[in-house]
């Protein structure tokens, strides 16, 4: 299969809204590929179209495509070479190992076409936004195998990785699915939430009665134990077991012989307040000793939900009945703190409690709902405070997919009082309506300072706008330490002016609390 075909299908994908005919351009791209009889092949390109690498990190990112060679007038490329041309890539290391990669890319992009070189840059720096998200996706496998929606979808959630599971479909058919059910010690892809603005509301959407849970800003893990076999998983499905000795020791510690759950792993400080989210997950990096990173600083794991135990599937249990089986084997002081009600003010008194402590919010879960693996559920349903900043917008980028011709994602600066300046905290294309676009392109064309020809437009700080964000963490991408976590854009502000955002010494003090 020819790499075009890849590219030109994720264009067409992002360039519409409706989802039937996402799904239907997908599913006829994924029966070429099917008709090469290459399981291998089909898994690449169900990755790449939901915005992955198969070797998950190759060491190449934005900086490293910020200049790369005209494009080729001619396709010539293959998924299958490309492919393996990452893989190479991924795989360099020792002296010289950013000169080589940076020739394997050039080699790549030099044979490219623009459509392909566009295709590549998103894929590579991790910004191929085009709506073919994994439920799009499996929907689209089924459409191109003649499968029940339902089955592709059962057999993504419990193998834990949609595309080894599409090739499996497109290859093997129903039978080759039926392979695909729970297993100690293979990862499931987590039960995700939706979100709810206050606890009242979730609440109401649960039906009355909830169980709400302390929202940790640690790090989830998937444990899996079989006898003296233990593997952690980390939420992205990456095993982490050798790095986190001490939730190995925590899971060989409890009464059961065999079991799937679902915890959180955090670094504590002595008075039991979380540190920030990046001390846990120092972690989980490649460090070369871990018994000094745990001398260091050890981690604390607090379970709240089972998935099997000791040869019993729990899946498809109610929460509550599931919990029952987890406060019979997990202590107290490792289960995430919990509260069942159907009171208001008592469900709004344990936020206030939990936030008190440091953490981020709480969990609301029905408690007849059942583990809906890999899928954002709508029994789980998260409760957290949104903090608003009203910023400036420094540069912003050129659009792709449905985007193409706008002016997309937007740079975001705070005042420096003491320079009078602007620093940069981070970038953001969330929270945009097609009217926003709109407004915002034709605004920063006007503000351009040296042109729109390149792919980020610098533009005059002058235009504020105000932003919802999750928090503050440490960065050492941008120059003041810090940056915005999961920012998205709220309304531009035009009755404010620069002189009026918000200082770098305010985000600071959001980011000390």
Do not use: C
Request: hydrophobic share 50%; no cysteine.
């Amino acid at each position: 299969m020819q790499l075009i075909e890849v590219a030109a299908a994720s264009a067409d994908v992002g360039s519409v809204s409706a989802r039937l005919v996402k799904i239907g351009r997908i599913a006829e791209l994924l029966k070429q590929a099917a008709a090469e009889a290459d399981p291998t092949l089909i898994a690449v390109v169900v990755a790449w179209l939901s915005g992955e690498l198969p070797q998950r990190q190759i060491g190449v990112g934005w900086a490293a495509l910020r200049s790369l060679p005209g494009a080729a007038a001619e396709p010539s490329l293959t998924v299958r070479g490309v492919d393996a041309t990452f893989t190479e890539i991924g795989a360099v290391a020792g002296k010289g190992s950013q000169a080589l990669r940076a020739e394997l890319v050039n080699a790549v992009f030099a044979a490219a076409t623009d459509v392909e070189q566009t295709f590549l840059r998103r894929l590579l720096g991790g910004e191929l936004r085009q709506g073919a998200l994994i439920g799009v996706m499996a929907d689209a496998v089924a459409k191109a195998a003649d499968l029940r929606v339902a089955d592709v979808r059962r057999a993504a959630m419990l193998g834990g990785d949609l595309p080894t599971v599409a090739a499996a479909a497109l290859t093997g058919g129903a039978a080759a699915l039926d392979e695909f059910t729970l297993k100690v010690g293979r990862p499931v892809g987590p039960m995700l939430a939706q979100t709810a603005t206050r606890v009242g509301d979730a609440l109401e959407k649960l039906g009355g009665t909830a169980i709400f849970e302390a929202k940790l800003d640690g790090a989830r893990v998937q444990i899996h134990r079989a006898g003296d076999d233990v593997s952690i998983y980390t939420r992205s499905l990456d095993d982490n077991t050798v790095r986190l000795p001490e939730v190995v020791e925590a899971a060989l510690a409890l009464p059961a012989r065999e079991f799937i759950a679902d915890a959180e792993a955090i670094a504590l400080r002595p008075d039991g307040r979380p540190h920030r989210f990046q001390v846990t997950a120092s972690r989980f990096g490649k460090s070369a000793d871990v018994a000094a990173a745990r001398a260091a600083q050890p981690l604390s794991v607090f379970f709240f939900d089972l998935l099997h135990l000791d040869g019993t599937d729990l899946l498809d249990l109610p929460a509550a009945d599931r919990l029952a089986a987890l406060d019979a084997i997990v202590p107290s002081a490792q289960r995430v703190d919990r509260l069942t009600t159907a009171d208001g003010d008592a469900a709004a008194t344990f936020l206030a409690a939990t936030l008190a402590a440091g953490h981020e919010g709480v969990m609301a879960k029905s408690p007849a709902a059942p583990y809906e693996a890999g899928r954002r559920g709508a029994g789980w349903l998260k409760v957290k405070p949104v903090h608003t900043l009203d910023l400036v917008v420094l540069a912003v980028e050129w659009g792709s997919g449905r985007r193409t011709g706008k002016l997309s994602n937007i740079h975001l600066g705070a005042r420096d009082q003491e320079t009078g300046g602007f620093v940069m905290l981070g970038k953001t294309f969330k929270g945009m309506t097609d009217a926003i676009l709109d407004w915002q392109t034709q605004r920063f064309t006007e503000l351009a300072v040296d042109g729109t020809e390149g792919y980020v437009v610098k533009v005059r700080p002058e235009q504020v706008v105000e932003i919802a964000l999750d928090g503050v963490q440490t960065s050492t991408r941008y120059p003041a330490g810090m940056a915005l976590r999961f920012a998205r854009v709220l309304r531009y502000r035009d009755d404010k002016g620069p002189a009026e955002a918000d200082t770098v010494d305010t985000v600071r003090a959001l980011y000390e609390r």
